[in-house]
């Protein structure tokens, strides 16, 4: 469908802010549904997480953001079983993985490309040594057992994202994919982009847990090993949403929003 322009109003990103707006409710909504359980107990992930993934998928980059971060401000007061940190969850839990996912969407433009590459580079120097070795024991951390497998399991959610991005999978095979009409490498393209966004998002998600709630290098080490499955599933679930989504809205006949996969 040809990009068509929509009638006049204010705009975020190019998209209508009742469309914003109107999303951003409807993720609020979705945090009362739990997904997954926090390793090591005090709350739950919520569905809003995949919804807020979906955002830049259906209105853009920009415009997509916005509309995460309302809808965990939403959720964070209808449900704040899913929120224990408050407004930092509502960027935490809510608002980041509209933000990877918008990376990995656009990583074949030239500045998102550069943002994405730096981000797994400070994510990477962050989950490796934060707050184990650093700040460590002066703060009262233990450095895991078995230092080698902790990297390791470490090393999924930083080095494989920065391996795909840098790859001819995010710079020219995940756009062909998810901007193309073949149903098929719609699927692959969005699960491809939605797992590795979800791995980006784990260690900004759970290292600020580590540090302000002292949490010991086995509960973290059984964090990064349970979240090898449920990111995954996690991705799963935005790609079987987002295909027949963006095929719908393509038929609808609706002003397509700049920047949409649709």
Same mark, same amino acid.
């Given at each position: 469908?040809?990009?068509?322009? !929509?009638?006049?109003?204010? +705009? ?5 802010? @009742? ?10 909504? &979705? ?31 920009? @415009? ?7 809808? !965990? =401000? #939403? /959720? ?18 809510? &608002? ?13 433009? +030239? ?6 590459? @730096?981000?797994?580079?400070?994510? /990477? ?14 703060? /009262? ?27 001819? #999978?995010?710079? &020219? ?9 073949? +149903? ?11 797992? &590795? ?20 290098? %086995? ?18 679930? =935005?790609?079987?949403? @987002? #295909?027949?989504?963006?095929? %719908?809205?393509? +038929? ?11």
């Amino acid at each position: 469908m040809s990009e068509v322009k !929509s009638s006049g109003g204010m +705009r975020i990103g190019g998209a209508s802010i @009742a469309w914003v707006t109107l999303y951003g409710a409807l993720c609020g909504v &979705t945090a009362l549904i739990p997904f997954f359980p926090y390793v090591g107990g005090g709350g739950y992930l919520p569905l809003l997480c995949a919804f807020t993934a979906l955002a830049p998928i259906i209105l853009g980059p920009v @415009a997509g953001v916005v509309s995460a971060l309302i809808g !965990s =401000v #939403v /959720g964070m007061l209808i449900a704040p079983a899913a929120f224990p940190l408050g407004l930092l969850d509502a960027i935490l839990v809510g &608002t980041l993985p509209a933000v990877f996912m918008a990376m990995m969407l656009n990583a074949y433009k +030239r500045s998102w490309f550069l943002a994405a590459v @730096a981000t797994c580079i400070v994510l /990477g120097v962050v989950g490796m040594f934060f707050p184990f070795w650093v700040p460590g024991a002066s703060a /009262g951390f233990a450095k895991p057992e078995n230092p080698l497998v902790y990297w390791l399991l470490m090393a999924v959610y930083w080095l494989l994202p920065l391996i795909v991005i840098v790859s001819p #999978v995010a710079r &020219t095979l995940i756009p062909k994919w998810t901007q193309g009409t073949d +149903r098929k490498f719609k699927y692959v393209g969005f699960l491809i982009a939605a797992v &590795t966004a979800f791995f980006m998002w784990f260690i900004p998600l759970c290292v600020p847990y580590w540090y302000m709630f002292n949490y010991s290098p %086995a509960v973290a080490t059984a964090a990064e090993i349970a979240y090898l499955w449920w990111l995954p599933a996690l991705g799963a679930v =935005v790609t079987i949403i @987002a #295909v027949p989504l963006v095929e %719908a809205l393509k +038929r609808s006949g609706l002003p397509k929003v700049p920047g949409a996969l649709w």
